[in-house]
């Protein structure tokens, strides 16, 4: 049986899926402060957000009228969208290293690292060189789309970098047609710097979940089950003040529960507990 999945993929999903949670309830409050101001009307506008929301504590920090703050709400969605992008893309691009040193301890065969015009293209040619699963082409185009769709929305730039404008002249068809309605409102062809919206930054965390998802199991392709099973058995076994033999055997099922998490492995009692007392 083959490893399925890394633990290096496994903490990185687990960080993105958060960060999507967390703008799910940005939209779920923005949604309800934008329906409780419509719900009281124009008439309120020349007040001011003390007056309004006298109970909340935090009022008097804005303290503009409520005209003013229709606007501010406004703004807000367009800095939450671009703040999730970006954290969510940082987590994403420290994966790379992160699964590289993984495979230099549990590779099949010897980390060779890639060259490459972009962290992504080195990445990918890193895998390959390493008896890792081959990444489509598209992915790794897509990764260098949101990195540069990163970069205008941290920078401001005005204008469209011109590597920025040929990759989607170049490829942005055949990235549109890979990921089909996947995509929500992302379109590839467009080498955008405007302001995010909605449906495009929902789009954009969703891809990045998928490709984690598929970098990582290019990775685990290039996986040896034996090194893995020692590290994890390695990593329990450094938790422990006194490792005597029956104290190892009671932890086997943590090292059985890391390597199926971790890895997606099964690993039998027997097999567990052989590990544990022979992991330095």
Known sequence: MQATKTPVGVATLAQLIGYNDEFCYTLFAD????????????AVDALYSTDLFSN???????????????KFQKSHRSFAFAAYLIASYEVAADYYEQAL????????????HGTGDSPEERFAASLANSGCG???PNDVRTLTYIRKRRNHLVHLGAAPAVGFQDLCSNYGA????????????VDFTVASTAALSEREAVGFLKLLRILIERLDAAVAAGIDNFKAVKREASRVRASLDRPNLDVLGRRAGELRH???????????????????HVAT
């Not at 040193?101 to 060779?112: D, P």
């Not at 055949?174 to 409102?185: I, K, L, V």
């Not at 492995?265 to 544990?276: F, G, H, P, V």
């Open 56 to 70: 909340n504590s935090q009022a008097p920090r804005i303290q503009v009228p409520i005209a003013s703050l229709r």
């Open 101 to 112: 040193e993984l495979l230099r301890e549990c590779g099949k065969a010897s980390l060779v």
């Open 31 to 42: 949604e309800e402060i934008r329906r409780g101001l419509a719900e009281f009307g124009p």
């Open 258 to 276: 890391a390597v199926s998490v971790g890895y997606g492995l099964a690993l039998t009692e027997e097999s567990a507990r052989s590990a544990m």
């Open 134 to 136: 081959a990444l489509d």
């Open 174 to 185: 055949s990235m549109n047609a890979h990921w089909g309605p996947t995509r929500e409102a």
